[in-house]
């Protein structure tokens, strides 16, 4: 196995299980705003982050590699939605440009790629949908976009 491989899987328990943290911390946040649906939103995505974490750490057992979990490093936590998505948005493109030369040194393991593969669509799709959150903002104004999120 590729140790590019083996690192990536690595760094995506560490880096995607704070990040399924953060995004229930969010979650919380905007509950207590009223923002139920954005609520739940980010309390899905978290459960979906956590599962690709699972799917990672066994993929390392199978792959005979001791499992890590690394240091992490603080991450913030924003009160203001315009912030937050704004900051998820720069989270998830950076993550995806690290995450598409991981998916292409995987070529040779087709499992180990198609958890890769299927987590990058995931993100990809997620990047998406906050890149439509913002625009949305931009077009319709911020208090009535939170009112959609009621």
Known sequence: MDKKVIE????????????ADGHVIQSRIFASQGLSKLAKQYEEH??????????????????????????KQAAPVKWDIVEYLKHDLQVSKKGLAWLKELVKAAQDDP?????????????????????????LIELIGKQNWLAKQL
Not at 125 to 132: I, K, P, S
């Open 8 to 19: 990536g899987l690595q760094t995506i328990v560490t880096e995607l299980s704070q990040q």
């Open 46 to 71: 978290a459960d979906e982050e956590r599962g690709y974490v699972v799917k990672c750490i066994d993929r390392l057992i199978d792959l005979d590699v001791e499992v890590k979990l690394g240091a």
């Open 111 to 135: 499992t180990t790629f198609g958890i890769l593969r299927d987590y990058y669509q995931d993100e990809e799709g997620d990047m998406y949908w906050t890149e439509q959150q913002l625009a």
